[in-house]
């Protein structure tokens, strides 16, 4: 049966922006403990120069999840696997093709 067999579409690579997420995101962490802990043994420049930096690196890992996001929205596919409107035009496909064997409903009948 069709309806039975699941469609496996190929996943998307992930873009070379998203590979370097999982960087970013424990440089943000150690980072603001990194400026607290030297804090007092660094000069005041460059205590606001790692703060600076420490901005600079949440924003752009922001800025990677928003991207990621979009393509998920408008492709319909990502890293995990089918997006949102993907699966709901595949489930909408499936009631349709289901709709038939309801038994309320008369051979033919329309929705």
């Known amino acids: 049966m069709p309806i039975l067999t699941p469609t496996t579409a190929a996943?998307?690579?992930?873009?070379?922006?998203s590979a370097a997420l999982p960087a970013l995101l424990p440089l943000t962490a150690v980072l603001p403990?990194?400026?607290g802990l030297?804090?007092?043994?660094?000069?005041?420049?460059?205590?606001i120069a790692l703060i600076g930096a420490?901005?600079?690196?949440v924003a752009a890992a922001g800025a990677l999840v928003a991207r990621r996001k979009?393509?998920?929205?408008t492709t319909g596919t990502g890293p995990a696997g089918p997006g949102p409107l993907?699966?709901?035009?595949?489930?909408?496909?499936?009631?349709?093709?289901?709709e038939p064997l309801r038994p309320d409903t008369?051979?033919?009948?329309?929705?």
Do not use: I, S
């Not at 007092?40 to 460059?46: G, N």
């Not at 420490?54 to 690196?57: F, G, H, K, V, Y």
């Not at 008369?106 to 929705?111: D, H, Q, V």
């Open 86 to 98: 993907q699966q709901a035009r595949r489930d909408r496909e499936t009631l349709d093709r289901l």
């Open 70 to 73: 979009a393509t998920t929205a």
């Open 54 to 57: 420490d901005l600079a690196l």
């Open 38 to 47: 030297f804090a007092d043994r660094l000069a005041t420049p460059a205590t």
């Open 106 to 111: 008369p051979a033919g009948a329309a929705r």
């Open 33 to 35: 403990a990194l400026t």
């Open 11 to 17: 996943r998307p690579a992930p873009a070379p922006a």
